[in-house]
C-alpha cells in the first residue's frame, strides 16, 4: 500500500475534526511569520546596534524581538496542544471504529488471528496510523508554511544566495527516496514482530498454572526470546537506516551552509554585502533546513507508518457474515417455538450437521445429549447466529432467523456457553453484565435460583468480592453457579445451557435443574444421564428420541393447563 493510498483509506475518519487542523495550521503561520520576525529583527540589531556599538538602536528592536518572541510562543503552545489533542482524539476514533468492527466478525475469524496479534492491531497500529493520517499532515502543512515563508524572506534579502540554499532540496528528497523502502520493510517486520511478542505474553500468562504445573518456564522464555530476536532485528535495522538517512542529510546541509557562507564573505570582500545581512542570512538557513528536513524525515514516517495501515485495512476488509436483513420482520412478543428445518453445517471442510431437525414448542424442556464431538454446541451456536447453516433453516416462532434483526434474536435467547467466562469486576457486576440496571432483588433471586447466594453471602466482601479473568479466587463450581445466575437474570423466553452442570457435585446439579424457570424454552446440553428425568424430552444426537414421564414433565405439562 503506498502512502497515498493508505493516507485515503484512513483520512474520511477525520470527518468532524478537520476544522481544528485548520486551526492548527492557522496556529503554525502565525509562529512561522513570528520567526520569521524575530530574523529580521536580528539583522536589524546585527547592523544597528552591534556593529555600530549603540546602545539606543539597542532598545527598540530589542523589544519588538521580545514581544514577537513571546507572541509566537503563545501560538506556538497554542497550535502545538491542539495538534496533540486532535492527534489523540483520531487514534479514539480510529480504535473504536477497528474495534466495533472486529466485534462483528464470526467466531471463525478470530481462530485466523492471535489474540496478542489482534491486541497490537487495535493498539500500536492505530497509533501509527494517527502519525500517517494527523501528525504527518499537520507536520507536512506546518513545514511547508514555514519553508515557504523563510525561503521568501531569505529571497528577499538575497536571491542568489537563496538559490545556493535550494540545492539541498533535491539532495534531501532524493535521500528519503533511497531510504524509505528499506525502511518500511523494516517498519513491517518491527509490527508483525511486536504481534508476535505480546501474543506469547498473553497467551503465556494466560496458562501460567499450566506453565508452573509442567514445569515449562524454561520453554516459555525461549518462545518469548525467539520473538524478541525477530523484533529486536527489525527494529535495530530500521532505526540504523534512520540515523544513517540522518547524518547522511547533516553532511548535506553542512555542504549548503559552507556554501552560503564562502559566498557570503566572498560578497562582503567586495562591499555588497553586510555582516548583518549575512548572518541573518545564515540564522535563516538554520531556521530553514529543519523544516525541509521535517518534510523528508515526514514521508519515511509515514512510509513506516504504511506497514500498520496493511495491518488494520486487513482487519477492516473482513467482513461479518451475520448481517441483519434489510426488512427485519418485528416479533412483538417471543413465545419460544424453535425449529431447525433439515439443517446441514460444516465447519470448513468438517461436516457436523446434516439434515438435522428438531422442534421445540414454548415452554418445553428439551435435553440435547450424544457423543462429545458431534455437534451440540454448534446447535446452540446456530440458534445464536454466530454462524449461518449451511443448508436447512432455523426459525424462531416461525420466522426465519435470517429474517430477524441479530439483536433482537440475541435477546430473546440465553446462552450459557460450555466455558466459564468471568470478567473483570465484582460478583455484583458479574451477574447483571447480562442486564445492566438490573434491581437488588432480581439479582438476589438469579443467585438464589444458580445456588450461589449462600457461597457468595460467606464471602467476606460478598457480592462485592472482586474478580479478575485470569485468576477468579472461586472454585470452578463455584463460577459455573455464579455464570448461571448471569445467565438467569437476563429472563429471557430461551434459555440454551451448554453443560452447566460440569464441575458441580450431583446434588447440586440437580438442584440446580430443579430451580430452573419453568414456563420457558429450556435447551439443556448434557452428557450427564441422570438429569434426563427432568425433561420433557430427551434428543440424542446419535439416534434415538424419546419423551419423558418426569416429575419435570408433570410440571410444565400443569403449568401450560394453568396458562390454558
Ligand atoms: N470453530 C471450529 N472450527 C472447526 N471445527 C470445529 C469448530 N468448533 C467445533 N468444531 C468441530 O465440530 C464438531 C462438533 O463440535 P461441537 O463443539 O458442536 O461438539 P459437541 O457435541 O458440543 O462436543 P462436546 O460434547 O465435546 O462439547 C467437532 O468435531 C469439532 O471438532
Redesign the pocket.
Known amino acids: 500500500m503506498t502512502i497515498r493510498q493508505a493516507f485515503g483509506r484512513f483520512w474520511p475518519l477525520t470527518r468532524g475534526d478537520r476544522r481544528w487542523y485548520v486551526l492548527v495550521c492557522c496556529c503554525v503561520i502565525v509562529a512561522a511569520v513570528c520567526e520569521t520576525v524575530a530574523i529580521l529583527l536580528f539583522g536589524n540589531l546585527t547592523d544597528h546596534a552591534l556593529q555600530q556599538g549603540s546602545l539606543r538602536a539597542f532598545w527598540h528592536p530589542a523589544s519588538a524581538w521580545l514581544a514577537v518572541a513571546v507572541v509566537g510562543a503563545i501560538i506556538g503552545y497554542l497550535g502545538n496542544s491542539l495538534a496533540f489533542w486532535s492527534g489523540e482524539r483520531f487514534v479514539r476514533r480510529l480504535r473504536a471504529h477497528v474495534f466495533g468492527h472486529v466485534q462483528e466478525l464470526p467466531?471463525?475469524f478470530f481462530?485466523r488471528y492471535r489474540r496478542g496479534d489482534l491486541v497490537e492491531r487495535l493498539s500500536g497500529d492505530v497509533e501509527a496510523i494517527e502519525q500517517l493520517v494527523v501528525s504527518s499532515t499537520i507536520g507536512v502543512l506546518s513545514a511547508v508554511f514555514r519553508v515557504v515563508l523563510f525561503a521568501a524572506a531569505a529571497f528577499w534579502l538575497r536571491w542568489d544566495l537563496a538559490l545556493v540554499t535550494f540545492v539541498l532540496a533535491p539532495l534531501l528528497w532524493l535521500a528519503a527516496k533511497v531510504f524509505s523502502g528499506p525502511i518500511r520493510r523494516f517498519a513491517r517486520s518491527e509490527r508483525i514482530a511486536d504481534g508476535a511478542i505480546t501474543s506469547v505474553l498473553e497467551e503465556s500468562l494466560g496458562t501460567i498454572e499450566l506453565t508452573q504445573a509442567y514445569n515449562r518456564s524454561p520453554a516459555e522464555e525461549q518462545r518469548l526470546d525467539r520473538e524478541a530476536v525477530a523484533w529486536m532485528r527489525a527494529s535495530v535495522s530500521g532505526a540504523r537506516r534512520s540515523e544513517l538517512y540522518e547524518q547522511v542529510v547533516e553532511v548535506l546541509e553542512t555542504l549548503c551552509v559552507l556554501g552560503v557562507i564562502g559566498l557570503g564573505v566572498w560578497e562582503i570582500s567586495h562591499g555588497r554585502m553586510t555582516l548583518g545581512a549575512l548572518l541573518s542570512f545564515t540564522a535563516f538557513l538554520g531556521y530553514l533546513y529543519p523544516p525541509l528536513r521535517s518534510l523528508g524525515e515526514l514521508n519515511l514516517t509515514a512510509t513506516a507508518a504504511t506497514a500498520a495501515t496493511e495491518r488494520l485495512d486487513e482487519l477492516l476488509s473482513a467482513e461479518p457474515t451475520v448481517t441483519d436483513p434489510e426488512h427485519p420482520v418485528e416479533l412483538a412478543t417471543v413465545h419460544g417455538r424453535v425449529e431447525f428445518d433439515r439443517v446441514g453445517f460444516r465447519?470448513?471442510d468438517?461436516d457436523?450437521l446434516e439434515d438435522f431437525g428438531l422442534t421445540v414448542e414454548p415452554g418445553e424442556f428439551v435435553v440435547l445429549t450424544?457423543?462429545?464431538?458431534?455437534?451440540?454446541?454448534?446447535?446452540?451456536?446456530l440458534l445464536l447466529r454466530f454462524h449461518d447453516p449451511t443448508a436447512g433453516e432455523i426459525r424462531l416462532d416461525g420466522v426465519p432467523l435470517t429474517s430477524l434483526q441479530v439483536r433482537r434474536l440475541r435477546e430473546s435467547i440465553t446462552l450459557l456457553p460450555?466455558q466459564t467466562h468471568v470478567l473483570a469486576g465484582t460478583i455484583r457486576a458479574n451477574i447483571t453484565y447480562g442486564r445492566p440496571g438490573a434491581t437488588p432483588a432480581e439479582i438476589l433471586a438469579a443467585a438464589r435460583s444458580a445456588n450461589a447466594h449462600d457461597f457468595i453471602t460467606a464471602l467476606p466482601e460478598g457480592y462485592d468480592t472482586p474478580l479478575t479473568p485470569s485468576s477468579p479466587t472461586l472454585s470452578g463450581g463455584q463460577l459455573k453457579r455464579l455464570t448461571l445466575a448471569r445467565a438467569l437474570l437476563r429472563n429471557t423466553p430461551i434459555l440454551v445451557l451448554?453443560?452447566p452442570t460440569t464441575g458441580l457435585d450431583a446434588p447440586t446439579a440437580h438442584q440446580l435443574i430443579q430451580s430452573l424457570p419453568p414456563n420457558r424454552t429450556t435447551i439443556l446440553?448434557t452428557?450427564d444421564h441422570s438429569l434426563t428425568q427432568y425433561a420433557d424430552r430427551v434428543v440424542d444426537?446419535s439416534g434415538t428420541t424419546y419423551g419423558s414421564d418426569a416429575p419435570r414433565a408433570a410440571g410444565r405439562l400443569l403449568s401450560a393447563a394453568r396458562e390454558l
Open positions: 467466531p471463525d481462530q465447519y470448513r468438517v457436523v450424544g457423543p462429545s464431538g458431534i455437534g451440540k454446541s454448534t446447535i446452540a451456536k460450555q451448554d453443560e446440553i452428557h444426537l
